[in-house]
């Protein structure tokens, strides 16, 4: 049914462009005849916007991968920078629930966990919609701050780092074996913002998966049965992930190369003070609209570089 969905939207979609084209076909007819600009200024409009919804879904064709059309499942975590740090791991939040809110998807905060004194020591977001893991898995990487901290009196420029983390979700149980025998479940008073009323009962849950060590907890959500079902959500997608890391460092094996197994590496710095200026460091991509970026206009730097990776796949293909 989730397939069948997808179809029918994504056939929507050129249907509706077809019928865009054919209204677009017949104002032009009309501002020839009668030599009317602002008609004419109105065919020019539609036109650039059509154009982009082309070049999306013409992007859209290239997200092949078997996982690509599946929802996402982001964490965030501080790194290094103290309260800093924290606090750049709840801008983050915003920048990507914004920009889900831009993509058309659902987009949640399923978990966190807040700060001594502001911000979140970690956030789990769960996106929901077309391609949404295909897009974000651009985003996993050390995501890098450099601004005058709030934080210190003296006003001094500081740095602080956070980590994302992208996992697709898994569709049906079949993608993931689970098995509930290797799974323990514990139980805790819930601390999150929007816990008060639950305080006095163990609402917050934390799953163990025992083969392998994953740990997943959940303590947003009102009952303990829901917190459950998010944690195992999230449980399936470190699974999966684990499963297509070991698939690729065996492929890498039998072709001689070397593929990097952890997530630290430093994606993208944003730079409020002294200048102001986000840099993709893996493409070069770059802008002073700080702030747009910040309010989730992230399209630019996760096409340029989804299309080098589909351009070095395509090398090493050929």
Known sequence: MRRLTSLRAQTGVWTELQGQLSDLSGLLEMAREEDDETVAAEIDSETRGIEQKLEKLDFDLMLSGPYDAHDAILDIHAREGGTDSQDWVQMLVRMYL???QRSGWDAEVVDS???????LKSATIELRGENAFGYARAEAGQHRLVRLSPFDQAHRRHTSFALV???PQAQDATEVELNDDDIRMDTYRSSS????????TSSAVRLTHIPTGIVVTCQNERSQLQNRET?????????LERELQRQAEEQAKLRGEHVSTGWGAQIR???LHPYTLVKDHRTACETGNTTGVLDGDLDPFVQAY???????GATAGG
Do not use: D, F
């Not at 966990?113 to 911000?119: C, P, R, S, T, V």
């Not at 989804?306 to 070095?312: D, G, K, M, P």
């Open 113 to 119: 966990l807040e700060g001594e004194e502001a911000g």
């Open 306 to 312: 989804l299309r080098s990776t589909i351009a070095e």
């Open 98 to 100: 914004r920009w889900a």
């Open 231 to 239: 944690a195992m959500k999230v449980l399936r997608a470190r699974l």
């Open 193 to 200: 913002a929007g816990g008060q009323h639950v305080n006095k």
């Open 165 to 167: 983390e992208v996992l």
């Open 269 to 271: 710095s944003y730079v």
